[in-house]
T-cell receptor
Framework: AQSVAQPEDQVNVAEGNPLTVKCTYSVSGNPYLFWYVQYPNRGLQFLLKYITGDNLVKGSYGFEAEFNKSQTSFHLKKPSALVSDSALYFC???????????FGKGTTLSVSS | DTAVSQTPKYLVTQMGNDKSIKCEQN?????MYWYKQDSKKFLKIMFSYNNKELIINETVPNRFSPKSPDKAHLNLHINSLELGDSAVYFC?????????????FGPGTRLTVT
């Protein structure tokens, strides 16, 4: 069965520092991986995805993610964090039926000024 | 224009009542979904509809029933509401026919059962 794990409940970084939010996955077949962000009292916004191709994927708001097949990881990164990046981040994998998303438990990112 | 919209945004009701949440997407997508986010922020798929056919039905109580009058709408009906149904419900849509397409989410409906 497809699954993703986000090992950190919370990540704290100072503004201007690089940030990493971790995600590991377990899938049958090729992984279709996604990152979403949820701001307080808002819906989920799509950040980026990995389907195939380059292992470094660039997305919205300066975020990128590195797909590592040997480590079964898909970590979200940003070179310089902003206070406005503070939110709840979800990693997700497409299910085996190829339709719905299976989400990790989420990681709260807190960026301090 | 809002891509995926839901109404109402907030819904407060008593146990035993029947309620509906509406969802509409104007993206021309062929598949729509309902997700439930519980108080711990866990997100789980409930249903999805593709071309008016239910293609996923996770282990949710049969008190929950999705209704899709057309490709642009997927409503969620909930009968005999229980305290445990309190959660945020998100509607989403995607173009499944195009492999790997991301899903677009609505703003959510916060359901509180008292």
């Amino acid at each position: 069965a497809q699954s993703v794990a986000q090992p950190e409940d919370q990540v704290n970084v100072a503004e201007g520092n690089p940030l990493t939010v971790k995600c590991t996955y377990s899938v049958s077949g090729n992984p279709y991986l996604f990152w979403y962000v949820q701001y307080p009292n808002r819906g989920l916004q799509f950040l980026l995805k990995y389907i195939t191709g380059d292992n470094l994927v660039k997305g919205s708001y300066g975020f990128e993610a590195e797909f590592n097949k040997s480590q079964t990881s898909f970590h979200l990164k940003k070179p310089s964090a902003l206070v406005s990046d503070s939110a709840l981040y979800f990693c997700a994998v497409r299910d085996q039926a190829g339709t719905a998303l299976i989400f990790g438990k989420g990681t709260t990112l807190s960026v301090s000024s | 224009d809002t891509a995926v919209s839901q109404t109402p945004k907030y819904l407060v009701t008593q146990m035993g009542n029947d309620k509906s949440i509406k969802c509409e997407q104007n993206l021309g997508h062929d598949t729509m979904y309902w997700y439930k986010q519980d108080s711990k922020k866990f997100l789980k798929i409930m249903f999805s509809y593709n071309n008016k056919e239910l293609i996923i039905n996770e282990t949710v109580p049969n008190r929950f029933s999705p209704k899709s009058p057309d490709k642009a709408h997927l409503n969620l009906h909930i009968n005999s509401l229980e305290l445990g149904d309190s959660a945020v419900y998100f509607c989403a849509s995607s173009q499944v026919a195009l492999s790997g397409r991301e899903q677009y989410f609505g703003p959510g409906t916060r359901l509180t059962v008292t």
